[in-house]
């Protein structure tokens, strides 16, 4: 099982900002802003990569809630959300997530 999966299983702990039957948001162990948070589909698809019309609806859903999660989180003057697909992106762990990265002026650099 992967670690998220697990965080979704409930074997690691995490810190939750919102959870339904198939999403998950925990705020980030490692926070590269005031407010960032990983927001992540249920159901294990390893990186964009890997999206297709079979799971699409699930990151529909995603982008539908992530406004309400930023919100919730006290996020006021916006967010950047990222998400890292493969190893030039330095994406660490192989289960799809999305970052939000709010509460402060971020950088304006991308890459
Ligand atoms: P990536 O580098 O794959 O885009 O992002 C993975 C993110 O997961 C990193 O920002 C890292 O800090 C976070 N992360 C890794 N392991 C854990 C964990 O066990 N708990 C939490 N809350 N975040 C984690
Ligand atoms: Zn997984």
Redesign the pocket.
């Known amino acids: 099982m992967c670690?998220f999966c697990k965080?979704i299983a409930g074997e690691?702990p995490?810190k939750k900002a919102y959870e339904d039957n198939d999403i998950l948001a925990?705020?980030?162990?490692?926070p590269q802003a005031p407010v960032h948070i990983?927001v992540i589909p249920k159901a294990h698809i390893p990186s964009v990569d890997a999206i297709d019309s079979t799971n699409s609806a699930i990151v529909a859903k995603i982008f539908e809630t992530i406004p309400e999660i930023a919100k919730a989180a006290g996020i006021t003057n916006g967010y950047r959300v990222i998400s890292?697909c493969g190893d030039d992106a330095?994406?660490?762990?192989k289960h799809l997530?999305f970052?939000i990265l709010g509460g402060k002026q971020l950088s304006e650099t991308m890459a």
């Not at 925990?26 to 490692?30: R, T």
């Not at 330095?90 to 762990?93: E, I, R």
């Open positions: 670690i965080i690691i995490s925990f705020y980030d162990i490692n990983l890292n330095c994406q660490t762990v997530h970052h």
